[in-house]
């Protein structure tokens, strides 16, 4: 008890619901954490383990093995204190207006793979991805659970860098201000850019950890400081005066 727990948002089953529900299954009081904040998706939540901003989350496990299979040192950092399930996988869902014979080529693929050396590599617990080849039919399966975008904000209207740092801890937003990324400190997002060359940050600013600063277009570079001169949007998740983006 006591300690600070994150979620991926209300709805979700195996980064929420599961351990409410195991605590009461155990006679546990509610309140039994100290502080809940929502990351959004379990990639952003192992950011903030890794970065000891939260105590703990429930993760799931195919999210977690896809994960510590990109970086191995992932499972030597954090460890499994316990584990519910097994727990069902979503359900698949097809639109109305697919031809009749597609969803039967589809749970043929599904409930047959096992048959064929591609359907057993692809339902291994650490492979991400599989094509399956049923009918002419080719299918990507993106496994994870909970089915979360890349992108924790998409459609989130805009914040300044003042209300992010003023109301917007625990949660998903997209924050605007001036890009600044000196060599050898976090880059940042700033609210004004100061009057030198190369220019800093004027006050207020907000660190952002995870961004790739060489995918974004169109910036300044001058004695190896790079900035924007004006305003970009970075989409990511607040916690703590920092903005953490999902860079997967």
Not at 16 to 25: E, F, R
Not at 115 to 128: E, T
Request: hydrophobic letters at 40%; proline letters at 7%; a negative charge.
């Amino acid at each position: 008890m006591g300690a600070r727990w994150a979620i991926n948002e209300p709805n979700s089953h195996s980064g929420c619901s599961v351990v409410p529900y195991n605590l009461g299954v155990r006679g546990q009081p509610g309140g039994y954490f100290r502080e809940v904040v929502s990351s959004g998706l379990h990639q952003a939540t192992l950011k903030f383990l890794r970065a000891r901003a939260i105590d703990g989350s429930a993760i799931d496990s195919t999210v977690f093995d896809v994960e510590v299979d990109r970086e191995p040192e992932l499972g030597q950092e954090l460890r499994t204190a316990a584990s519910f399930g097994p727990s069902p996988i979503p359900s698949f869902v097809i639109r109305t207006d697919v031809v009749p014979d597609t969803p039967t080529a589809i749970c043929g693929a599904l409930t047959e793979m096992h048959k064929s050396q591609v359907g057993r590599r692809a339902r291994r617990p650490r492979v991400f991805a599989a094509v399956v080849t049923t009918l002419g039919l080719l299918m990507l399966l993106g496994l994870d659970a909970c089915g979360e975008s890349a992108s924790t904000a998409d459609g989130a209207s805009p914040i300044s860098v003042n209300d992010a740092l003023r109301d917007g801890n625990g949660t998903n937003a997209r924050v605007t201000g001036f890009l600044v990324a000196t060599p050898g400190q976090p880059v940042h997002l700033c609210e004004a850019l100061a009057e030198s060359y190369p220019p800093q940050c004027g006050r207020p600013e907000i660190e952002v950890e995870g961004l790739d600063v060489t995918a974004i277009g169109g910036l300044s570079e001058a004695q190896g400081v790079v900035w924007s001169d004006g305003y970009i949007e970075v989409p990511g998740v607040i916690l703590d005066g920092r903005l953490f983006v999902d860079s997967n």
